[in-house]
């Protein structure tokens, strides 16, 4: 009951005020660790990268253990409140909605979708820009806010904060290039397996809010993305708007061959943007 008070005390404020400007956000922190790990260890090698791994992860342990000795010297009422804010800086709803609705009033839509993807934007058309917009909202939907919330739900504050080490680590390393193939392919599995449940409780989410039946419909389309996890909130998002997403996406200048996700229309709206950011 009193990590569930923590998830509803910290999805509210973050609703409400959404990033805190006037101090660090901890994700920049756990950023900073990885970078002086890899500037300081770097080498091409998964063992290296298991390294890196187990640095984060027990700095942030040692980092979690100074701020549980910090809440248990406050009245009880004091130490919730301060745990939940602090959850709330690692669940990144409000930032997410406002990031995805500004494309859809940008005026340089191609400058606004740019910042939210790693695709090439620059001969998007419009209804590609949304198309990505969609992507993106469904994705991190899962990384950002479902997931959070449930290792939050499961194991308090610990849980949160070394989620998004893991997720962090990633979104940093966790690519398929001549750099990290090898040193960030820890962290990558790493996060599928904790992404692995969040995803799919986020695409049966998305699927009951749209009153999509059968529920599990997601999952044909889904298993077909790269990720063994971004796919299915993708796809539940593309059924609950009757849109299909993904198809050959060019990136870096080379065009890449992809899933394509739902059964829907391809010419994607304004509309069906904020009809997403209104389901969820």
Do not use: C
Not at 80 to 98: E, K, P, Q
Not at 123 to 148: C, F, M, R
Not at 220 to 226: A, I, L, V
């Amino acid at each position: 009951m009193y990590n569930l008070v923590i998830v509803l005390l910290a999805y509210l404020i973050d609703k409400r005020f959404g990033e805190f400007s006037f101090i660090k956000h901890p994700v920049i922190f756990i950023g900073e660790s990885i970078s002086f790990f890899e500037k300081q260890l770097y080498k091409d090698s998964i063992l290296r990268g298991f390294f890196l791994v187990l640095f984060v992860l027990l700095t942030m342990s040692l980092t979690l253990m100074l701020l549980h000795k910090g809440l248990n010297l406050l009245p009880s009422w004091l130490a919730l409140a301060l745990t939940a804010v602090i959850a709330s800086m690692f669940i990144a709803h409000n930032m997410l909605r406002t990031s995805v609705l500004e494309v859809t009033q940008a005026e340089d839509k191609r400058a606004a979708i740019s910042m939210l993807v790693s695709r090439d934007t620059k001969d998007l058309s419009q209804s590609d820009i949304y198309k990505a917009a969609l992507e993106t909202y469904g994705e991190n939907l899962s990384d950002g806010v479902v997931a959070p919330m449930f290792y939050l739900l499961l194991f308090g504050v610990n849980g949160i904060v070394l989620y998004k080490a893991i997720n962090t680590m990633d979104s940093m390393v966790g690519y398929r290039n001549s750099r990290y193939e090898n040193f960030g392919k820890v962290a990558a599995i790493l996060d599928d397996i904790a992404n692995y449940i969040p995803s799919r409780l986020t695409a049966l989410l998305v699927m009951f809010l749209a009153k999509k039946r059968p529920l599990f419909s997601f999952y044909k389309d889904g298993s077909k993305h790269d990720s063994p996890n971004a796919g299915h909130p993708i796809t539940a998002l593309a059924l609950a708007l009757d849109v299909k997403l993904g198809g050959d996406t060019s990136y870096f200048g080379k065009v890449k061959k992809k899933a394509t996700f739902g059964r829907g229309k391809e010419e994607i709206t304004a509309q069906d943007v904020q009809k997403a950011l209104a389901l969820v």
